[in-house]
């Protein structure tokens, strides 16, 4: 009998598998066989034949969408845990004299390799991430994101002004130097640029339009900052930006609101700056453990009537773990008063933040066509969470018992273009 070739090349995977019904609803499907061709694409999602053996079998265990973390800054690794008396005194006695070592390219390199591995020991398969205002750092995080095949979205940040002369950069230079990035980096491998203007303070008036001109340049590439995450903040853009309505507003006078650009936080947005979110279908990145860590204050999920995802702004925030950012996320919202399912906060740490980073057509879900990057999930790895997964009785609650008590020691293995990448192979 001749075999069809194409179905040689195939590997499969059998374990039960995370899908989303609505952003509402997911479901859990016991004992599935994905099969993936040699370029790493899903073919067929499918029941098992009769006496099917796999190459890789994970009965027992959950295969669900890789993590997407969509605000983080790569630099801050060795930031976490730094304790400071709220945002501004933070990035001034740590986070600044920290990211003003990434002006040497081996030090970046370094990093970037040990972030990216704990991003895939923690699940996390997709990012938007923040460098420094070094072009090198952009240079070693773009390399080591490549060499390993990772979908990443990252770029330099802008900021030449109220910085310390060793991170702040030149205004037109600043711009050329993005320029020339998003040339050699968007769309090389899996990667995509981000035009990142560090936060309205620390970017003069002529930098943020020159950010505006390039993202009028290049509309595909995607648009990163911070907004309203801190009350000292928000009053020192009131004194810098005296004839804006809001601090989002001085964004929007720049052009840089757009279908799929990132606002980190989005803490203290009022009725009309939501409005402006919702009416560009412009994303709030929600780092709730970095706010209450930094005690930024309450995300407000019942108002928000636009987009918003996850994150977890390491070096901001706590842990670079999407349970403990889902967590964070449940525990904010009841402290508002408000309530969050586990198929909510799952969705946007993983399927619906692939949506709103513009990426929801390639990866982000396990079906035919869809890239196969994805988590394979061991609730046994820990024997309280085993113990409450076996007497779950509903989905929602196998996800919630893993949102509470799970960590990076559930993640049995992470999986980018149906290679496994983590646990590394020898
Ligand atoms: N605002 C401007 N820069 C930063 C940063 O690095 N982290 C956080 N959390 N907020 C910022
Ligand atoms: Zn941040």
């Known amino acids: ?77 060795d930031v976490i845990g730094s304790p400071a008396e709220g945002l501004l005194p933070w990035l001034e006695n740590h986070t600044f004299p920290e990211e003003a070592r990434f002006a040497d390219r081996d030090h970046a390199g370094e990093v970037a390799q040990v972030f990216l591995g704990e991003l895939l020991r923690h699940g996390v398969t997709t990012a938007a991430v923040y460098c420094t205002a070094h072009p090198e750092s952009v240079d070693a995080f773009m390399q080591a994101s490549d060499e390993r095949g990772l979908a990443m979205i990252a770029g330099k940040v802008l900021q030449d002004r109220h910085s310390p002369q060793t991170l702040r950069d030149d205004t037109e230079r600043s711009l050329l130097d993005s320029a020339a990035l998003i040339r050699r980096w968007h769309g090389r491998g899996r990667l995509r640029y981000a035009i990142t203007p560090r ?41 810098l930006f005296p004839n804006d309505r809001s601090y989002l507003s001085v964004y929007e006078r720049f052009g840089l609101i757009r279908p799929h650009s990132l606002w980190g936080h989005c803490i203290h947005l009022d009725p009309d700056d939501r409005a402006l979110l919702r009416d560009r279908q412009a994303v709030a990145a929600v780092c709730p453990t970095s706010n209450l860590f930094l005690g930024s204050g309450l995300f407000n999920f019942a108002a928000a009537n636009h987009p918003w995802t996850l994150a977890s702004d390491i070096g901001g925030g706590s842990s670079l773990s999407p349970f403990r950012t889902m967590m964070a996320a449940f525990e904010v919202a ?33 079906q035919p066509g869809f890239d196969a990057d994805w988590i394979v999930i061991d609730p046994r790895a820990k024997p309280l969470l085993a113990r409450r997964w076996n007497q779950a009785e509903s989905d929602d609650a196998r996800l919630f018992a893993l949102i509470v008590l799970g960590d990076d020691r559930n993640i049995a293995a992470t999986v980018v273009k149906g290679r496994v990448v983590q646990p590394v192979q020898p």
């Open 334 to 366: 009841r402290l508002g008063g408000q309530y969050l399912s586990p198929s909510t906060l799952w969705w946007h740490a993983s399927t619906g933040s692939a949506d709103a980073l513009g990426l929801g057509d390639q990866l982000g879900r396990i």
């Open 1 to 77: 009998m001749m075999t069809n070739p194409s179905l040689i090349s195939r590997t499969r995977w059998r374990g039960s598998l995370l899908q989303f019904d609505t952003p509402q609803q997911a479901r859990i499907l016991t004992d599935q066989v994905i099969e993936v061709d040699a370029q790493g694409i899903v073919r067929a999602v499918r029941a098992p034949l009769p006496g099917e053996q796999v190459e890789h079998d994970h009965r027992g265990m959950l295969i669900a969408p890789g993590f997407v973390d969509s605000h983080v800054h790569f630099p801050q690794l």
């Open 199 to 239: 936060f309205a303070p620390t970017s003069t008036e002529r930098q943020l339009a020159g950010a505006g001109e390039l993202a009028r340049a290049f509309p595909e590439v995607t648009v990163q900052s911070h907004v309203a995450e801190n009350l000292d903040e928000i009053a020192w853009v009131g004194r």
